[in-house]
């Protein structure tokens, strides 16, 4: 799975652990892709932002809490479903 972390996100693993810290240690282990851009290469975008939640997804691509994210990499791959 390929993530966009939103700077929020990224840097709450950093002070807090928790589910963010969760998906940065994902992508240690190679369970997931960080993407630095969105456009067509991310399958989700990972945000605690309301304002981004309240879009619902952004060029199709699905916008999601931390939580979320955890919850669709813990399906087998051919079980995500982004939009």
Not at 32 to 41: A, E, F
Not at 43 to 53: A, E, H, K, M, T
Not at 68 to 78: D, I, V, Y
């Amino acid at each position: 799975m390929r993530l966009v972390l939103d700077t929020n996100t990224a840097l709450s693993d950093l002070i807090w652990q928790g589910v963010p810290g969760q998906l940065i240690d994902a992508s240690v282990v190679g369970r997931v892709q960080l993407i630095r851009t969105v456009p067509l290469l991310a399958d989700l975008i990972v945000s605690g932002d309301d304002d981004l939640l309240a879009l619902g997804n952004f060029q199709g691509i699905a916008i999601v809490l931390a939580r979320e994210a955890m919850r669709r990499l813990q399906e087998p791959e051919g079980q995500w479903d982004t939009p």
